[in-house]
Protein backbone atom coordinates (compact mmCIF):
# COMPACT_ATOMS: atom_id res chain seq x y z
CA UNK A 1 0.00 0.00 0.00
CA UNK A 2 1.33 3.41 -0.98
CA UNK A 3 -0.59 5.90 1.67
CA UNK A 4 -0.42 9.75 0.74
CA UNK A 5 3.09 11.34 1.78
CA UNK A 6 0.76 13.51 4.98
CA UNK A 7 -0.19 10.56 6.66
CA UNK A 8 2.16 9.19 9.40
CA UNK A 9 2.66 5.35 9.57
CA UNK A 10 3.40 2.99 11.98
CA UNK A 11 4.11 -0.61 12.24
CA UNK A 12 1.63 -2.64 14.08
CA UNK A 13 -1.82 -4.16 14.26
CA UNK A 14 -3.90 -2.70 11.24
CA UNK A 15 -7.66 -3.46 9.48
CA UNK A 16 -8.39 -2.99 6.03
CA UNK A 17 -11.83 -2.64 5.38
CA UNK A 18 -13.05 -4.02 1.72
CA UNK A 19 -15.96 -4.48 -0.14
CA UNK A 20 -17.26 -5.21 -3.38
CA UNK A 21 -21.00 -4.81 -4.94
CA UNK A 22 -22.32 -4.69 -8.84
CA UNK A 23 -22.88 -1.84 -11.34
CA UNK A 24 -26.00 -0.63 -9.49
CA UNK A 25 -24.32 -0.74 -6.05
CA UNK A 26 -26.18 -3.63 -5.50
CA UNK A 27 -25.28 -6.81 -3.65
CA UNK A 28 -23.00 -5.02 -1.49
CA UNK A 29 -20.35 -7.87 0.27
CA UNK A 30 -17.66 -6.54 2.74
CA UNK A 31 -15.21 -7.93 5.06
CA UNK A 32 -12.86 -6.34 7.30
CA UNK A 33 -8.94 -7.82 7.22
CA UNK A 34 -7.19 -7.85 10.08
CA UNK A 35 -3.66 -8.30 10.36
CA UNK A 36 -0.02 -6.18 10.75
CA UNK A 37 1.13 -3.23 8.95
CA UNK A 38 5.13 -3.60 7.95
CA UNK A 39 7.13 -1.65 6.23
CA UNK A 40 9.10 -3.02 3.60
CA UNK A 41 11.82 -2.15 1.02
CA UNK A 42 8.72 -1.97 -1.30
CA UNK A 43 6.49 0.13 0.97
CA UNK A 44 3.91 -0.91 3.61
CA UNK A 45 2.36 -4.23 3.82
CA UNK A 46 -0.54 -5.36 5.25
CA UNK A 47 0.21 -8.76 6.56
CA UNK A 48 -3.60 -10.62 6.84
CA UNK A 49 -3.76 -12.87 10.21
CA UNK A 50 -8.06 -12.58 9.71
CA UNK A 51 -11.01 -11.92 7.65
CA UNK A 52 -13.79 -11.49 9.01
CA UNK A 53 -17.08 -10.88 6.58
CA UNK A 54 -19.71 -9.11 9.00
CA UNK A 55 -22.70 -8.78 5.98
CA UNK A 56 -22.86 -12.58 5.77
CA UNK A 57 -24.19 -13.79 2.93
CA UNK A 58 -25.34 -10.50 0.91
CA UNK A 59 -28.91 -10.95 1.24
CA UNK A 60 -30.83 -8.16 2.95
CA UNK A 61 -31.50 -10.06 5.96
CA UNK A 62 -27.94 -9.63 6.74
CA UNK A 63 -28.03 -6.26 5.87
CA UNK A 64 -30.55 -5.68 8.37
CA UNK A 65 -29.33 -7.43 11.23
CA UNK A 66 -25.70 -5.77 10.50
CA UNK A 67 -27.67 -2.33 10.80
CA UNK A 68 -29.60 -3.47 13.77
CA UNK A 69 -26.74 -4.52 15.27
CA UNK A 70 -24.58 -1.24 14.70
CA UNK A 71 -27.32 0.57 15.97
CA UNK A 72 -26.95 -0.64 19.41
CA UNK A 73 -23.39 -0.20 19.38
CA UNK A 74 -24.06 3.13 18.81
CA UNK A 75 -26.56 4.08 21.20
CA UNK A 76 -23.67 1.87 24.14
CA UNK A 77 -20.83 4.17 22.64
CA UNK A 78 -23.00 7.60 23.19
CA UNK A 79 -24.70 6.44 25.91
CA UNK A 80 -21.32 5.54 28.23
CA UNK A 81 -20.03 8.85 26.97
CA UNK A 82 -23.23 10.55 28.25
CA UNK A 83 -23.68 12.04 24.05
CA UNK A 84 -26.82 12.25 22.62
CA UNK A 85 -27.59 11.01 18.70
CA UNK A 86 -26.66 13.91 16.45
CA UNK A 87 -29.94 14.67 14.32
CA UNK A 88 -29.26 13.48 10.82
CA UNK A 89 -29.85 16.32 8.23
CA UNK A 90 -32.37 14.69 6.12
CA UNK A 91 -32.99 18.00 4.01
CA UNK A 92 -29.31 17.53 2.69
CA UNK A 93 -29.42 13.58 2.02
CA UNK A 94 -32.65 13.85 0.00
CA UNK A 95 -31.40 16.98 -1.76
CA UNK A 96 -28.49 14.84 -3.12
CA UNK A 97 -30.97 11.59 -4.03
CA UNK A 98 -32.49 13.64 -6.18
CA UNK A 99 -30.07 14.91 -7.98
CA UNK A 100 -28.74 10.99 -8.53
CA UNK A 101 -32.19 10.02 -9.68
CA UNK A 102 -32.27 13.14 -12.37
CA UNK A 103 -29.14 12.33 -13.86
CA UNK A 104 -28.83 8.33 -13.29
CA UNK A 105 -25.85 9.14 -11.13
CA UNK A 106 -24.53 12.00 -8.00
CA UNK A 107 -24.14 15.22 -9.48
CA UNK A 108 -20.23 15.71 -8.60
CA UNK A 109 -21.20 19.79 -8.10
CA UNK A 110 -23.66 19.43 -6.40
CA UNK A 111 -22.15 17.27 -3.64
CA UNK A 112 -19.46 19.79 -3.35
CA UNK A 113 -21.61 22.90 -2.89
CA UNK A 114 -24.01 20.61 -0.43
CA UNK A 115 -20.81 19.94 1.94
CA UNK A 116 -19.30 23.19 1.66
CA UNK A 117 -22.40 24.48 2.94
CA UNK A 118 -22.39 26.10 6.18
CA UNK A 119 -25.25 23.91 7.92
CA UNK A 120 -22.63 20.73 7.24
Known amino acids: M ?3 D ?3 MESGPASLL ?8 NRMR ?3 VRGELRQTDDGWLLVPGKVLEPMGSGRPSDALRVLRR ?3 ATDRY ?8 PPVEWDRFRVLAESARRHGTLDEER ?9 H
Open 18 to 25: VHRHDEKL
Open 30 to 32: NAL
Open 78 to 85: LHRRGLPR
Open 111 to 119: LRTTLRSPH
Open 6 to 8: DHA
Open 70 to 72: TQR
Open 2 to 4: SPP
